[in-house]
């Protein structure tokens, strides 16, 4: 069975500094994409940033960044210079069945930003 | 640009009671699903439709039903509401391939 596991259920992190989500999968794929969801108090869904399988650039977005290791099935979410608006949970998510697929989405973690 | 709409934002059901959430998309995607998200569980597919007039089961489909007559929209009814199925409730659509998901912006169920 393909699965996406987030093992930090809470984390929090001081106002300016770095902190890194993990998320590792299980697939027996070998092309596919890798998403991090945001989802503020607001409740909304927001896509932050993906990540090309057969690309070895980790992807960037601004001050958000990923850490993929193919091999390792790993697949962490680096935010820099965190913001208070940066207080969220954060989903990973992987599409199994190929480009046809369904999302399925870790159990998420949440982040607090501390002034 | 609307993208995904979801109506109601929110809605209290007394257990037994039937309700269709509704969800409509303006981007012309093929693939919709509804998800729902509960405390440490994460987001679970419901149901989800690969075109119109196509539509099967995700991982938790017991207690709802889908159809998807048009491109655009993809209602989710709740046929005897029970308590298990307070939630909330997320309709997404994508594009082809490895495309993101675009939700809507959830509907609070809770039945009572």
């Known amino acids: 069975a393909q699965t996406v596991t987030q093992s930090q259920p809470e984390m929090s992190v001081q106002e300016a500094e770095t902190v890194t989500l993990s998320c590792t999968y299980d697939?027996?794929?070998?092309?596919?994409?890798l998403f991090w969801y945001k989802q503020p108090p607001s409740r909304q869904m927001i896509l932050v940033i993906r990540?090309?399988?057969?690309?070895?650039q980790n992807a960037t977005e601004n001050r958000f960044s990923v850490n993929f290791q193919k091999a390792a099935k790993s697949f962490s979410l680096k935010i820099s210079d965190s913001q208070l608006g940066d207080t969220a949970m954060y989903f990973c998510a992987f599409p199994y069945g190929g480009s046809q697929g369904n999302l399925i989405f870790g159990k998420g973690t949440k982040l607090s930003v501390k002034p | 640009n609307a993208g995904v709409t979801q109506t109601p934002k929110f809605q209290v059901l007394k257990t037994g009671q039937s309700m269709t959430l509704q969800c409509a998309q303006d981007?012309?995607?093929?693939?919709m699903s509804w998800y729902r998200q509960d405390p440490g569980m994460g987001l679970r597919l419901i149901h989800y439709s690969v075109g119109a007039g196509i539509t099967d089961q995700g991982e938790v489909p017991n207690g709802y039903n889908v159809s998807r007559s048009t491109t655009e929209d993809f209602p989710l009814r709740l046929l005897s509401a029970a308590p298990s199925q307070t939630s909330v409730y997320f309709c997404?659509?994508?594009?082809?391939?490895?495309?993101?998901?675009?939700f809507g912006n959830g509907t609070r169920l809770t039945v009572t």
């Open positions: 997404a659509s994508r594009d082809r391939g490895y495309s993101p998901l675009h």
């Open positions: 990540q090309e399988a057969y690309k070895q």
């Open positions: 697939t027996s794929e070998n092309n596919y994409y």
């Open positions: 981007m012309n995607h093929e693939y």
